[in-house]
Every structure is written in structure tokens, then in C-alpha cells.
């Protein structure tokens, strides 16, 4: 028997898991027990059963390994029979649900702060993962959060590092650690879903694409997908080897950060699809030839064509979306006569329908896509669907989209985000924004007349948890809306995210721009929130 130590701590202020997770800047994570106070009280949340198999896996950033090892040793402190990690201490955020239900794991550790910058003086994350394969709900990560402010110690055996190199089972403590091939699983996976010999013809008969992987987690899965197995050429996959500091970019896959994946897809020797992935291999980005697919048209086009895919053959019972992304999707749901459900932000609340079958495919706008065959959202399985369909159908992306359009209309929309704001600023203005809701409607700004205007609350269909305040949304007369709400993934004070939308039937102008088509949107957005009045701010940092 190995001897548990116990170490005495004492609570730090504000581990909150937010959005997806508890997100800190590196420095803070490194303070002695930072970490390890988190990761204890998830498990006092959790209590393993004898036999229970824990999922370690991350984006590879700076502290990675750190994290990993001290993880791996409280595991065994705290009653694990078995550790499995990604070699390397790698597992794109997909792939690490699919091992936990691969395997049967009472959940999983996702070491990660996914698009945020990495490196010392950058971001790191946990987020813990239950059985499913997905995020764990509100209920989990309130009980962790409480759990935080009360801690009184932790466990962990003495243990030297495991190689994380190695493949293969080592023992830490009496608890076996399994050290497995981050890439076969999934890319098995992968192959199963989607018809993989009709992507290898087009490849054959000329089909290109770039896959930039932003020198985050996706290259290696990127490189045995498409070019081992597809046979795309060498070098279609860039920026393929997971750097800790991501070579000091944001790996955010939006035309900000992707800005050389654009300017190629727009320019005279564009392959056919352009696509990128974040830090953490959960979001996707799609440009075709000379066409950006926006995330929220993205999930609409993919669901009126998932069927194509061998393993969604009339399959397609229902569609998610969260709140603030584009209702694209709700036209596809409406003329299949299928449900379309509207969630708040982040994965976890996608969990319970995507469990009880009552949805197929789920999307955010913020770049995620993803099926019921795991419970995160999933970069290359959306760029891999995008594939299929393009393949199956011989269509280039422009032409999809135009397609799509002339049948259901166009949902222009663009999300314009002011970052690392005073967080007193936003607190207020947000606070007024809430204040004022009462009395917005009937009011007009420029030509657009208030309808509607709330704070959006949701009840979970499955287990009836109600969730408040994810969002402020105005609703206008003519259809078009605004929604506003602060970041739950930021480390720098607060980001402020603010949603336009505005419908277009298939007989108006469905090939507009988009920054024009909003305009009467972005003038009333400022104007309702007083965003320069509250942030100093009269410009987006980052408009998507
Ligand atoms: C953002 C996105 C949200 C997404 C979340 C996690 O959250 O808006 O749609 O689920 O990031 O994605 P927020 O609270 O900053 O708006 V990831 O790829 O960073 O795990
Ligand atoms: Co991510």
C-alpha cells in the first residue's frame, strides 16, 4: 500500500469554472496548491467508486505536463484504479470524450484554456468532464465551486513523474496509468461516421484543401485524417505541431486570428476548402473558395445535409443551438419538421438532450459543431462533415451556400466583441441594460422598433434545471435582433459580446455584405447599451 499524504491548504478567491471552466492566467495556476485545490475539490465533488477510471488529456499549452503529473498522483491519493492520458499529455477536447466513453471512464480531466493565448505569461485551464463525455453541468460545477471556498487540504501520494512519452501501463501509487495514442481512437472514430472512400475520390480527382491547425492540438490528428488516410498531399495540413505557445498567436480559428488562412481561401490559388482549429481542436472554421461560411450558417447548412453522412442516415431527430447563435438552423428544423432547441451559451447544456435523443446536431456561433457521437464540440468532425457533403454532392462551398440561401433566406449576422474591458464598466452596463428592459419595448432606433426585450432564462427541457441571466436579447419588429452578454472564458478583465442578426427571405438580398446589411443593428446596440458612454469604447476589438 503506498502512503496518501496529506497536504494542509487553505481556499483562493475566485476558482469559478466558467463558461467551460476554471481559466487563469498561467502565473496564477503556478501558485503552490492553485492547481491542486481545484483539482481536489473536483474530486470531493466527484468521489470516485472503487474501480473508477479517470481521463487526463490537454491542449499541450505551457504547464501542461505540470499539471498533468500532480494530477496523475492525487488520482491515486484520492481512490482511482486507473489513470488514462494522451501521450505527450495530449487529447484534443473531443478526443478526449471520446475516450471517456470509449473506456467506460467516470469522467476526465481536460487540462486546457482552448482559444485563449498560451505560454508563461498566457492562459491555462481545467474543466471537468463527467461520464458522458461532456462538461459537466451546472450542478457539478456549483458543487466544485463551493467545494473550492471551504477546502482544508489535499491529497497525493509520493510518486516519481511518469514518462508521458512512453506509451504503454506504468503504476503511480498502486493505481495503473495507461499512456495511449491520442490519435487512433478518434481518427477510428472518424471513420466510421463518414464515408470516407467518397473523400478519398475527389481527392483523387483534384479536390484541395489547407487545414491550418494553428500550432495547437489538432495537427497530429489533422495530419493522419487528412493526409495519411485520405490522401490528401503532404503539407496540406499547416501549422501541424502543437507548440506551448501556439508561436505566440491566439489559436482562435476567426478571420482575426486565421487571417492567412482567409487571405489564401480569398485569392486566385485557393484550394477548394479552407479550414482551421482552436487551441483545444473543439472549434472549426470553414472558408470555402472565396466564400467565409459563418459558424451559425455553418450548423444550418450541415444539418439540411448531415444525411449524407453514412452514420446520420435518417438519423436527424433534432437540432441545438445556443442562444446567441444565428436562427439559420431553426428554418432547417421547421421545413424538416424536426425540433430546434435554444440554449444558453457553452457545451455543457447541449449534455442532456444530446443523452436523451432528442437532438442530432448541435451548434454555437462562436465556431462550434458537434454530433451526439460525443458530448463536446468537435473541429474536424464538422470539417470532416463539410467534406462529405461537398464530396457526396460535388458542390463547391459558394455553391452550397448559395443553394442554401435561395431556399431558406440568410441570416446576416456578426458578433462584435470589446475585450478586456473595466469590469466594473460592464458589471454596470449591464446592469443598466437590465434595468432599462421594461421599457424598451415600442421604443424605435433608427428604423427599427423594440418588439421584445429580456434576459434569457432557460429550463432544461430533460431535468428541468432553470438557468437565469445568460444573455440580454432585443427583440425588433422587424426580426432582427441584438443580444448582449459578458464572456465567462476571459482572463484580463471583462469581454462584452455583442450578437447581430437580421433575416433575409430567400426573394430579398441573399448576397449582400454583411457589415451593411447590419448597420441599423449595430447603430441601436450601441445606442440601448451605451456601449462607448459605459466602455470608452466606440469600435469592436474583434468583430466575427
Ligand atoms: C465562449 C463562446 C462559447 C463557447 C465557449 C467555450 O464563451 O462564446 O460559445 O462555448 O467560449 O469554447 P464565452 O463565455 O467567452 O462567450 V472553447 O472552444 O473556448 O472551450
Ligand atoms: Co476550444
Known sequence: MTDIVTVPTTPFEGQAPGTSGLRKKVRVFQQPGYAENFIQSVFDVVQPQP???????GDGRYHNRTVIQQ??????????ARVIVGQGGILSTPAASNVIRKYGAGGGLILSASHNPGGPDEDFGIKYNIANGGPAPESVTGAILARTK??????TVEAEDIDLDALGEVTVGGMVVEVLDPVADYADLMEELFDFDAIRKAVSSGFTMRFDAMSAVTGPYAVEILENRLGFSAGTVVNGVPLEDFGGH?????????????DVMMGPDAPDLGAASDGDGDRNLIIGR??????????????????????????LVGIARSMPTSAAADRVAEALGIPCFETPTGWKFFGNLLDAGMVTICGEESAGTGSDHVREKDGLWAVLLWLNILAVRDISVDQLARTHWARFGR???ARHDYEAVDSEAAATLMAELKAALPALPGKAFGSLTVAHADSFAYTDPVDRSISENQGVRVL????SRVVFRLSGTGTQGATLRVYLERYEPASGEIDADTGAMLEQQIAAAQTIAGIERHTGRGLPDVVT
Do not use: C, Q
Open 51 to 57: 474501480g473508477s477510471v479517470l481521463v487526463i488529456g
Open 71 to 80: 494530477a496523475i498522483r492525487m488520482a491515486a491519493a484520492n481512490g482511482y
Open 150 to 155: 471551504e477546502i482544508g487540504l489535499w491529497l
Open 250 to 262: 491566439h489559436p482562435d480559428p476567426n478571420l482575426i486570428h486565421a487571417k492567412d488562412l482567409y
Open 290 to 315: 472565396g466564400r467565409f461560411v459563418t459558424p451559425s450558417d455553418s450548423l444550418a447548412m450541415l444539418a439540411a445535409n448531415i444525411e449524407i453522412a453514412p452514420a446520420y442516415r435518417g438519423r
Open 411 to 413: 441570416n446576416y449576422y
Open 476 to 479: 425588433f419588429e422587424d426580426g
